[in-house]
C-alpha cells in the first residue's frame, strides 16, 4: 500500500515538474503552446537540464543524495518560477478552456483517453522477464543502495573501476535513481511504473501534436489518430519494433528514443513546414538532441533522424540557414560520438574508483 | 539484429533486416501505398514530409551499398535495427487511415469506416506477443516474482556479512539485483548468456580459471548435471558463495547436500541453502 500512494505521489510530482518547466521554458521561448505541447517541452527541457548538471556530477563522483537535493532545489525554484509567471494568465482562462477543449474535441477526446489509460494499464500490469533490465533498473537500484551515481556494477554490485561510455553520457537510469531517493520510491516500481506511464503519456501527446500539425488543427482528427497509433504500436510485433519497446520495455531510454525522440523531429518538421521562420522549431529540436543523449547512448544515430526530417523541409521551404541549425542539433550526440570513440580507443579513460 | 550479418548477407543485409524488423506486419506496404498516392495525387503539403524521410533514408543508411562500405566500418550490425525507428511508417499510416474515416460526408459512415480501417489494421498487423496475446500480468507491484521476495527475506535473516554472495538459478540470478541491491549473485549474467549459446552479451574465454569456475556452478545449477561434485565444491569455495537458491523441482537436494550445502528454508517454488564447506 505504501508503495502505491509512493507511486501515486511520484507520478503526480513528477508530472507537475514536467508541466511547470514547460511553462518556463515556453516563457522563455515566448512559445504560443497549449497545455500538451508544454508538457512535452517541460519534458524535453527537463532531461536535457538534468543530462547537464548530472554527466558532470558523476564523473566527479558526487553521490546521489547530494546531487538529488542540488536537483530538489532546482525543481522547486522551477515549479515556483511557472507558479508566478503563469498565475494571471491560468486564473482566467481556466473556465473557458475546458468549454473550449470540449468544443474542440467532443466524443473523440474520451475515445483518446481510453486508449491512453489502456495503453497505461498494459504498462501498469505487465512483467517484463528481458535481460536488459538487469542493467537498467540494477543501475537505479544499486546507485540508491550505494548512493552513488552509478559507480557499481549493477550486475553484482562491486564499485567499477572505469565508467563505460556507452551507458554513462545517458543519465535517464540516474533520473529515477534520484526520484527514488528524494520520495522514497522502490527503483523498481519508479522505472517499471511511474516513469513509465509518464513515458507512455508524453510519447501520446506527441502522436497528439503531431496529428495536430498534419490535420491543421483538427483536434477530433488529431484525437483519431492517437487512437490509431495506438492500435498499430499494439499490432507491430517483432521483438525490434518501436511498439514492442513501448509496451514492454517502458522503462529503457532506448524506448524513449523511438518513442519520444524520434517523432519529436517529425514535430519539428511539420513545424517548420508551417511556421518557415520560427526559431522556436530549432530550440525545441535541440532540447530534443540533448534529451536524446539522456535516454540512451543509441542517440548516436539521431544526426540521420534530424538529417531525414529536417533537411528535406529545408529545401522545400528555401530557408537555407536552417542547414546550419540543423548542423548546431546534431552537436551533442557528435560530441558523445567523439567521446564515445575516444574511450573506445584508449584516449580517454574516465575513472569510477 | 541476431543472426544477421553484413558479412554473410551482404547487400542483401537491409532487406532481411527490414523484413526482420517487421516480420508478418504490413503496415510497410501501407506505408509504401501511402506515400505513392501523396506522390500522385497529393495536395497535402503536410504529407510531403513522409516523402522527405523515404528518399533521405533510402539514398542513405537504407542503401544497401552505403550499409555495407560505410556502415559494415563502425560495427552497427547489432544495433542496425534502430535505423528502422527514423521512418515514420505508424504515424504515417495513422495519418492515412485517418483521412480515409474523414473521407465521407456523413457521420454514420465514418463511424463505419472508423471501424473497418481498425479491423484492417487488426488483420494487417502483428499483436504484440505477451501483451495481445497471453499477457504476462505482473504478480505483484515491483513486477518480479513473489517468491523473489520471500527468498531475499530468507537470505537477510541469515546472512552474516553484508553483500551476501549468493548462486540463484536462472529464473531469479538477472532479477534480484532490481529488486535487492544488497545482495550479490555469484553467476554473471553475461557468462550465463554466452553459456546459453549467445554471444550477444559478450565472448569468453573458456580455457580461463574465471570461465571455468562459473561453468562448474551453471552447469549445476542451471543445467541439471551433476558429473563433477568436487567442480562444483571448489568453485562454491573460491567464489566465497553463502547461500545457493534453487528451484524445488531441480531434482538437485541431494547433491547440493552432499556438496556441503545446508537447507534452511522453502518458499513456495524454491529452497534456500546456505553453504558450509568447512575447512
Not at chain 1, 310 to 323: Q, T
Not at chain 2, 3 to 30: A, D, H, N, R
Request: proline share 3%.
Amino acid at each position: 500500500m505504501k508503495e502505491l500512494i509512493l507511486a501515486c505521489a511520484g507520478f503526480v510530482i513528477e508530472g507537475v515538474v514536467f508541466y511547470a518547466a514547460g511553462s518556463v521554458v515556453s516563457r522563455i521561448l515566448k512559445l504560443k503552446a497549449d497545455r500538451t505541447l508544454t508538457f512535452i517541452v517541460g519534458y524535453l527541457a527537463y532531461f536535457s537540464v538534468f543530462e547537464l548538471m548530472i554527466v558532470p556530477m558523476t564523473l566527479k563522483w558526487v553521490s546521489l543524495t547530494t546531487a538529488g537535493r542540488i536537483w530538489a532545489v532546482l525543481m522547486v525554484l522551477c515549479v515556483m518560477a511557472a507558479f508566478f509567471l503563469g498565475k494571471k494568465n491560468e486564473k482566467d482562462k481556466w473556465r473557458s478552456n475546458l468549454q473550449k477543449v470540449w468544443e474542440n474535441h467532443s466524443i473523440m477526446l474520451a475515445v483518446a483517453g481510453i486508449a491512453i489509460v489502456v495503453q497505461c494499464l498494459i504498462v501498469i500490469f505487465y512483467q517484463d522477464t528481458t535481460l536488459d533490465a538487469t542493467y537498467y533498473v540494477g543501475n537505479v537500484s544499486t546507485s540508491v543502495y550505494t548512493d552513488t551515481l552509478a559507480r557499481y556494477n549493477p550486475y553484482n554490485g562491486v564499485i567499477l573501476k572505469k565508467f563505460k561510455a556507452r551507458y554513462i553520457f545517458s543519465a535517464y537510469p540516474m533520473n529515477n535513481a534520484v526520484w527514488c531517493r528524494l520520495l522514497g520510491i522502490h527503483p523498481l516500481v519508479q522505472t517499471k511504473t511511474v516513469m513509465s506511464c509518464i513515458n507512455v503519456i508524453t510519447a501520446n501527446l506527441i502522436i497528439y501534436q503531431i496529428g495536430k500539425k498534419m490535420f491543421e488543427d483538427d483536434r477530433k482528427k488529431a484525437d483519431l489518430m492517437v487512437v490509431f497509433v495506438c492500435i498499430m504500436q499494439l499490432f507491430s510485433g517483432t521483438i525490434y519494433s518501436a511498439g514492442t519497446f513501448f509496451f514492454t520495455r517502458s522503462y529503457e531510454g532506448k524506448t524513449l528514443l523511438a518513442n519520444i525522440a524520434i517523432p519529436m523531429v517529425l514535430l519539428c518538421a511539420l513545424w517548420l513546414l508551417r511556421e518557415k521562420t520560427s526559431r522556436n522549431v530549432w530550440a525545441v529540436l535541440f532540447l530534443t538532441a540533448v534529451s536524446a543523449l539522456t535516454f540512451s547512448g543509441s542517440a548516436i544515430i539521431f544526426p540521420v533522424a534530424i538529417a531525414a526530417g529536417m533537411i528535406p523541409v529545408v529545401l522545400w521551404n528555401r530557408k537555407f540557414s536552417g542547414l546550419f541549425y540543423c548542423g548546431l542539433c546534431m552537436l551533442p550526440s557528435v560530441a558523445y560520438a567523439i567521446v564515445f570513440f575516444a574511450t573506445k580507443l584508449k584516449w580517454l579513460t574516465l575513472a569510477a574508483s | 539484429m541476431a543472426g544477421v550479418t553484413l558479412k554473410e548477407l551482404g547487400l542483401q543485409f537491409v532487406k532481411v533486416c527490414m523484413e526482420t524488423y517487421w516480420g508478418s506486419c504490413w503496415y510497410p506496404l501501407l506505408f509504401l501505398i501511402g506515400v505513392l498516392c501523396t506522390l500522385i495525387w497529393g495536395r497535402k503539403k503536410n504529407a510531403m514530409v513522409f516523402i522527405g524521410y523515404t528518399a533521405f533514408l533510402a539514398l542513405t543508411v537504407y542503401n544497401p551499398i552505403v550499409v555495407k562500405y560505410i556502415l559494415s566500418r563502425v560495427k552497427f550490425e547489432t544495433e542496425y535495427y534502430r535505423f528502422f525507428w527514423i521512418l515514420p511508417v505508424i504515424p504515417a499510416v495513422a495519418y492515412y487511415a485517418v483521412r480515409l474515416v474523414s473521407a465521407p460526408g456523413k457521420k454514420w459512415l465514418k463511424f463505419f469506416m472508423a471501424l473497418l480501417v481498425t479491423a484492417a489494421l487488426v488483420v494487417l498487423g502483428n499483436p504484440l506477443q505477451g501483451v495481445i496475446t497471453d499477457f504476462a500480468r505482473a504478480e505483484n507491484i515491483y513486477k518480479i516474482p513473489n517468491d523473489l521476495r520471500a527468498v531475499c527475506d530468507v537470505i537477510h535473516q541469515n546472512q552474516e556479512g553484508t553483500l551476501p554472495h549468493v548462486v540463484f538459478e536462472s529464473s531469479l540470478n538477472n532479477v534480484v539485483r532490481q529488486y535487492d541491491a544488497g545482495i550479490r549473485p555469484v553467476i554473471n549474467r553475461n557468462v550465463s548468456i554466452y553459456r546459453a549459446g549467445s554471444t550477444v552479451a559478450g565472448k569468453f574465454k573458456e580455457d580461463s580459471n574465471y570461465y571455468k569456475i562459473q561453468k562448474a556452478l551453471l552447469d549445476v545449477i542451471d543445467y541439471h548435471m551433476y558429473e563433477e561434485p568436487d567442480k562444483f565444491r571448489r568453485a562454491l569455495r573460491s567464489t566465497t558463495t553463502e547461500f545457493v537458491v534453487t528451484s524445488t523441482d531441480a531434482g538437485n537436494y541431494e547433491f547440493l547436500v552432499n556438496a556441503g550445502c545446508v537447507l534452511i528454508a522453502q518458499t513456495e517454488s524454491h529452497y534456500v541453502y546456505r553453504v558450509e564447506l568447512g575447512e
